[in-house]
């Protein structure tokens, strides 16, 4: 007697859906969101930009309203006036102009300085490395707030105050970023690379120049955009060695708006929301060759 099995209907279309979307995962295709994560994204999205939402919305209301109850949840008429205000009330043509100098002479300056003490760091040979490592890695461990009666000193004998220098010098260099240039340049550089540099006669600058620089392209990019927004948004200090008539940045510009008894929040907001969208626009245009660059790192890596 022949026994004959059958395959139930339907079951191998859906063993070779289910063999496609394997293969398709092995092979690197792309794989589609469910409502779960999109949903997810979505609040994480309102999250993120309900602050800046509500600073806008703030900065386009007046004073008044923004002490009633319930307080506002939509735009006004008053937008443009009070950036208006804010912009001529604190000088902030002149901030801008001294925010960009000095957070761009950080962030570059901290980018070279990172990459070069990094690659040697990772990928040179000395005595002392590790100790020398301990010690870079040692001074993240104290409170900025620490060396700010030391620095000031210093600032008051070489006549600094209410220049930019003061600010300048003391970001030159960033311990975060040696470090981070370091556990960078471990992965992405290999010896290999280096050794046959060597052999065709290279000299070290060489070496940094040719190789190191566009291996760490990465990871300058992103560490270039965090020492630029860092010192964009720095406060303390600048605060307590520029003045607000003097050379300010854009934060001690904004200290001292809407200044007296009632403090005026929508200026305030106003004055805010023109100090963040020069990150914005550095982000809209920069953003996207950084997440390429972090990614492009990551497959190299």
């Known amino acids: 007697m022949t026994t004959t099995l059958t395959t139930p209907v339907g079951s191998a279309p859906t063993e070779s859906r289910r063999t496609r979307r394997s293969k398709a995962r092995r092979a690197g295709g792309t794989l589609h969101a469910g409502p779960v994560a999109y949903a997810i994204l979505i609040l994480f999205s309102i999250g ?4 800046l939402v509500w ?8 004073n008044n309203r923004l002490a009633q109850t319930p307080p506002p949840f939509w735009f006004g008429g008053n937008l443009f ?3 208006n205000v804010a912009w001529n009330e604190a000088n902030l043509g002149k901030a801008f102009i001294n925010t960009t100098i000095v957070a761009g002479t950080s962030a570059l300056t901290v980018v070279f300085l990172s990459t070069i003490a ?5 990928k040179l040979r000395f005595k002392g490395r590790n100790i020398l490592m301990l010690m870079v890695i040692g001074t993240m461990m104290v409170p900025p707030q620490l060396s700010v009666i030391p620095l000031y000193m210093m600032v008051a004998k070489l006549n600094w105050a209410d220049q930019l220098q003061a600010v300048i010098f003391p970001s030159l260099v960033s311990a975060f970023g040696v470090f981070f240039m370091r556990q960078y340049l471990l992965q992405a550089l290999p010896d290999e690379l280096i050794e046959a540099a060597r052999v065709d006669g290279a000299s070290s600058w060489r070496v940094v120049w040719h190789i190191v620089f566009p291996a760490a392209r990465p990871a300058m990019a992103v560490l270039g955009m965090l020492m630029f927004v860092q010192s964009w948004n720095d406060f303390l200090w600048p605060f307590l060695v520029l003045t607000q008539n003097g050379n300010p940045t854009v934060q001690v ?10 403090p005026d929040q929508s ?3 106003g004055g805010a929301l023109l100090g963040t969208l020069p990150l914005l626009l550095v982000f809209a245009i920069f953003g996207k060759q950084i997440v390429g660059g972090i990614m492009q790192g990551a497959v190299k890596g």
Request: net charge positive.
């Open 118 to 122: 990094g690659f040697a760091f990772a």
């Open 253 to 262: 510009a904004l200290a001292g708006l809407g200044r007296g008894y009632t």
């Open 48 to 51: 993120s930009l309900f602050p």
């Open 81 to 83: 006036h009070n950036m």
């Open 267 to 269: 200026l305030i907001m």
């Open 55 to 62: 600073t806008a919305i703030a900065a386009s209301r007046n």
